[in-house]
């Protein structure tokens, strides 16, 4: 079974300046799919980024960026020039690839991290 | 385009009661899915189906029923209410090989 671990409940960071967030999985599989979710206060689950497995080159998404390390099975969200908007629960999560019906759609999450933008 | 829809938004029951959550999607999206959030904790899978017709169990199944008559709606059933089924659920749909679109949430109170 996959699980995927955030080890840092709780972090703070100034306004525009840069903040990393970690989390580290256990699988057995080869092909799967890691995300960075947001949860503001709103609840929404919003998408912050996306990462396929077979890809070695880390995806990026304006000011945010991940550290995908496949054989220590680490991705960590890197947030350049936070801002008071970025203040949310930040949940990383796993998705087995299969195709077929071996790809349900199951989204394994971890425990989130709250991260709090001071002003 | 609407996404994802969930309803009602808030809704307070007794023990033993029962309900549907309601979840649909105007995106044509094969997979659906059911998560709850318990507080502190990230989302936990309950029900999902691949298609029409077709549903499985997810990691918390106990307690809830689900069925996928069509593949816009997909609705949650809880049979019979128990203070434990306090949460903040969510329903989520995608492509095959996308990612996850999640709804607005449902906040369950079971007194």
């Known amino acids: 079974a996959q699980t995927v671990t955030q080890s840092q409940p709780e972090m703070s960071v100034q306004e525009a300046e840069t903040v990393t967030l970690s989390c580290t999985y256990d699988?057995?599989?080869?092909?799967?799919?890691l995300f960075w979710y947001k949860q503001p206060p709103s609840r929404q689950m919003i998408l912050v980024i996306r990462?396929?497995?077979?890809?070695?080159q880390n995806a990026t998404e304006n000011r945010f960026s991940v550290n995908f390390q496949k054989a220590a099975k680490s991705f960590s969200l890197k947030i350049s020039d936070s801002q008071l908007g970025d203040t949310a629960m930040y949940f990383c999560?796993?998705?087995?690839?299969?195709?077929?019906?071996?790809?349900?759609?199951?989204?394994?999450f971890g425990q989130g991290t709250t991260l709090q933008v001071k002003p | 385009n609407a996404g994802v829809t969930q309803t009602p938004k808030f809704q307070v029951l007794k023990t033993g009661q029962s309900m549907t959550l309601q979840c649909a999607q105007d995106?044509?999206?094969?997979?659906m899915s059911w998560y709850r959030q318990d507080p502190g904790m990230g989302l936990r899978l309950i029900h999902y189906?691949?298609?029409?017709?077709?549903?499985d169990q997810g990691e918390v199944p106990n307690g809830y029923n689900v069925s996928r008559s069509t593949t816009e709606d997909f609705p949650l059933r809880l049979l019979s209410a128990a203070p434990s089924q306090t949460s903040v659920y969510f329903c989520?749909?995608?492509?095959?090989?996308?990612?996850?679109?999640f709804g607005p949430g449902t906040r369950l109170l079971v007194l």
């Open positions: 999560a796993f998705m087995k690839h299969g195709g077929g019906s071996g790809n349900t759609g199951k989204l394994i």
């Open positions: 699988t057995s599989e080869n092909n799967y799919y």
């Open positions: 990462q396929e497995a077979y890809k070695q």
């Open positions: 995106m044509n999206h094969e997979y």
């Open positions: 189906s691949v298609g029409a017709g077709i549903t």
């Open positions: 989520a749909s995608m492509r095959l090989g996308g990612t996850q679109y």
